[in-house]
């Protein structure tokens, strides 16, 4: 059976492929280039909000840190090494 069905089924002839028609041309190149600076925008404004949540995290844990410091009652200055002298703006806003 399987010998008859492929006797029955012709074997196509290849016919040439005219270059012309194949090729995306001036609109496919268009439509490539224009995703291509959107997903480039796209992965900037990924990258600085990625950024953004990074850097509100770091300072929600130190706030965190400084607060149970606080609570502990033991110094409010949890990152700063021992031998670092307090700056100018830490001394205005009464921190040491």
Known sequence: MLALLAAVTPTPTPTPVDPTTVTPGPWGFAVIALLAIVVILL??????????VSVRDDIR??????????????????DRPDDAAPRDDDAADGRR
Not at 43 to 52: E, F
Not at 61 to 70: G, N
């Open 61 to 78: 844990a130190e706030l965190d840190a400084e607060e149970a410091a606080l609570a502990a009652g033991g110094s409010a200055d949890v």
């Open 43 to 52: 992965v900037g404004d990924m990258v600085r909000r990625i950024r953004r």
